[in-house]
């Protein structure tokens, strides 16, 4: 089950419920709770833009600890294989 929030929807459903506060609460202090919300909602939504934004660095970084621990597996094969007998006979 895949879940997805929409960062928009949740600002706008945010000014909407501040406007309803304010047409019913106009001297109570919930306007303000409120807006303090709705800030929280926009920057949050600029967070998550952020964090969706692919990171080139940990991919390249990535890949680059893949490719020498395949050089490693690849040279220690070799070792085993053609050096390690080398080191075995008895002459």
Same mark, same amino acid.
Request: with cysteine.
């Given at each position: 089950?895949? %879940?997805?929030?929409?960062?928009?929807?949740?600002?706008?459903?945010?000014? %909407?419920?501040?406007?309803?506060?304010?047409? %019913?609460?106009?001297? $109570?202090?919930? &306007? %303000?709770?409120? &807006?303090? !919300?709705?800030?929280?909602?926009? @920057?949050?939504? $600029?967070?998550? @833009?952020?964090?969706?934004?692919?990171?080139?660095? =940990?991919?390249?970084?990535?890949?680059?600890?893949? +490719? !020498?621990? =395949?050089? &490693? =597996?690849?040279?220690?094969?070799? &070792? +085993?294989?053609?050096? =390690?007998?080398?080191?075995?006979?008895? $002459?």
């Amino acid at each position: 089950m895949h %879940r997805n929030l929409d960062p928009e929807k949740i600002v706008e459903t945010v000014k %909407r419920l501040c406007n309803r506060i304010e047409e %019913r609460f106009p001297a $109570s202090g919930l &306007g %303000r709770v409120c &807006g303090d !919300l709705l800030e929280i909602a926009n @920057e949050n939504k $600029s967070r998550a @833009e952020w964090i969706a934004r692919p990171n080139i660095g =940990l991919r390249v970084g990535t890949v680059l600890v893949i +490719v !020498l621990s =395949l050089i &490693g =597996l690849f040279y220690s094969v070799i &070792g +085993v294989f053609f050096l =390690l007998p080398d080191l075995t006979q008895v $002459s």
